[in-house]
């Protein structure tokens, strides 16, 4: 990619399409009984462009102001190295170690204090990043390993199916998937009830049961993910919603955090990671952006 300085912000193209802005604190569509598809589908696509150019705004000031710490490989798409600089912050500056279960309050607190001048917050983030000469939670290795390797292997998915081993790669390098895997009830994998194991296990469970899976029109996880990443003829955001929403691309356990931050690793050169941190950290700088509730 060149340097960092040669990069250009695509703030008015990331979302492929014009952006709709929302009247603050939309609610999720999907939710409620009486609502049509059309308006579901209408106030998601908002919504996720929305969220996109909030992303841009912070990625237009990394590139127009920050001086990258050492271990930042130069060559890295600015939208990952975006995305870790938003861990970053909201993991280590913010939290600050506190427990999960403390991050709501954070956050209301956070955007209570940066809403009416984001941009200072975006600049308050990047001079900590500045000072940092170690990545305080793996940053670098998700810049400068997990980058490269998610991006090559979600590329095959241009010419072939992902053998079960690659899928179980690029979900061990997908925070959501993580996250979302230890989540999963027992039962859904036929485990007894007091079944325990570490995380990486865990998330191999999950993929065994994972690729087994197929939606209502019988297609796989890999059919999903090769839609989601490169049926281009369509904007990022409706691939994102159908392989949400759609019986023809949806599975259970793979939804919107998993592949918001698939298709950011997949196609960084096209659009930003999403998920339920990015959301935090979005609303932690004052930007009115809704949870995730998955």
Same mark, same amino acid.
């Given at each position: 990619?060149?340097?960092?300085?040669?990069?250009?912000?695509?703030?008015?193209?990331?979302?492929? +399409?014009?952006?709709?802005?929302?009247?603050?604190?939309?609610?999720?569509?999907?939710?409620?009984?009486?609502?049509?598809?059309?308006?579901?589908?209408?106030?998601?696509?908002?919504?996720?462009?929305?969220?996109?150019?909030?992303?841009?705004?912070?990625?237009?000031?990394?590139?127009?102001?920050?001086?990258?710490?050492?271990?930042?490989?130069?060559?890295?798409?600015?939208?990952?190295?975006?995305?870790? =600089?938003?861990?970053?912050?909201?993991?280590?500056?913010? =939290?600050? +170690?506190?427990?999960?279960?403390?991050?709501?309050?954070?956050?209301?607190?956070?955007?209570?204090?940066?809403?009416?001048?984001?941009?200072?917050?975006?600049?308050?983030?990047?001079?900590?990043?500045?000072?940092?000469?170690?990545?305080?939670?793996?940053?670098?290795?998700?810049?400068?390993?997990?980058?490269?390797?998610?991006?090559?292997?979600?590329?095959?998915?241009?010419?072939?199916?992902?053998?079960?081993?690659?899928?179980?790669?690029?979900?061990?390098?997908?925070?959501?998937? %993580?996250?979302?895997?230890?989540?999963?009830?027992?039962?859904?994998?036929?485990?007894?009830?007091?079944?325990?194991?570490?995380?990486?296990?865990?998330?191999?469970?999950?993929?065994?049961?994972?690729?087994?899976?197929?939606?209502?029109?019988?297609?796989?996880?890999?059919?999903?993910?090769?839609?989601?990443?490169?049926?281009?003829?369509?904007?990022?955001?409706? %691939?994102?919603?159908?392989?949400?929403?759609?019986?023809?691309?949806?599975?259970?356990?793979?939804?919107?955090?998993?592949?918001?931050?698939?298709?950011?690793?997949?196609?960084?050169?096209?659009?930003?990671?999403?998920?339920? %941190?990015?959301?935090?950290?979005?609303?932690?700088? +004052?930007?009115?952006?809704?949870?995730?509730?998955?």
């Amino acid at each position: 990619m060149g340097s960092l300085r040669a990069q250009i912000p695509k703030a008015t193209t990331f979302g492929g +399409g014009c952006l709709l802005i929302l009247k603050s604190g939309v609610r999720d569509y999907g939710k409620e009984k009486g609502d049509t598809e059309s308006k579901r589908k209408l106030h998601f696509l908002q919504e996720w462009r929305e969220a996109q150019n909030y992303l841009s705004i912070v990625q237009s000031h990394v590139l127009r102001t920050c001086k990258q710490p050492a271990w930042v490989n130069p060559t890295a798409e600015l939208t990952i190295i975006t995305d870790q =600089l938003l861990h970053a912050y909201y993991y280590t500056y913010l =939290l600050k +170690g506190n427990d999960e279960h403390k991050s709501i309050e954070i956050v209301n607190n956070e955007y209570e204090k940066n809403r009416r001048d984001p941009n200072l917050a975006i600049e308050r983030a990047i001079r900590w990043w500045e000072t940092l000469e170690v990545a305080p939670t793996s940053e670098d290795i998700h810049i400068n390993e997990w980058s490269i390797s998610n991006r090559k292997i979600l590329g095959y998915l241009r010419e072939r199916d992902l053998s079960q081993d690659e899928i179980l790669t690029i979900m061990r390098q997908n925070h959501a998937a %993580r996250n979302h895997a230890r989540q999963i009830r027992n039962s859904a994998f036929n485990l007894p009830s007091d079944f325990k194991t570490d995380i990486e296990k865990r998330v191999q469970i999950y993929v065994n049961w994972l690729v087994k899976q197929k939606t209502d029109e019988k297609l796989t996880v890999n059919d999903t993910m090769r839609y989601l990443l490169f049926n281009d003829k369509q904007s990022i955001e409706e %691939r994102v919603y159908e392989s949400v929403y759609s019986k023809k691309y949806r599975l259970e356990h793979f939804g919107r955090s998993i592949i918001g931050e698939l298709i950011g690793w997949g196609r960084p050169e096209l659009t930003h990671l999403r998920n339920n %941190r990015v959301n935090k950290a979005l609303r932690c700088l +004052g930007y009115d952006v809704r949870l995730f509730s998955e």
